[in-house]
């Protein structure tokens, strides 16, 4: 099994035994790593590699358009973050 489908598994796991909330830190991990699945799909829709600064100068735009969204995606699950557990 690759090692992204291993993990893949061990996520649905861990997510099926994990206890049920309605907000907290949990749901604000499960938001921060949807925004880092989306920048990561942002820039490999652009043909980069997130995390390498070997792109070539037209590159940038794209760049910064993916990172803008991923600091307004980042501010929303800040919010979650400092919400109550009910």
Do not use: H
């Not at 880092?36 to 910064?64: E, M, S």
């Amino acid at each position: 099994m690759s090692t992204s489908k291993a993990s893949l598994v061990i996520l649905i796991i861990a997510l099926a035994v994990a206890p049920p909330v309605e907000g907290g830190p949990a749901l604000g991990t499960l938001c921060v790593t949807a925004c880092n699945a989306g920048v990561v799909t942002c820039y490999t829709a652009a043909g980069l590699v997130f995390g390498t600064v070997t792109a070539g100068i037209g590159a940038w735009p794209a760049v910064a358009g993916c990172s803008l969204a991923q600091g307004a995606c980042m501010a929303t699950c800040a919010v979650s973050f400092v919400t109550p557990t009910i």
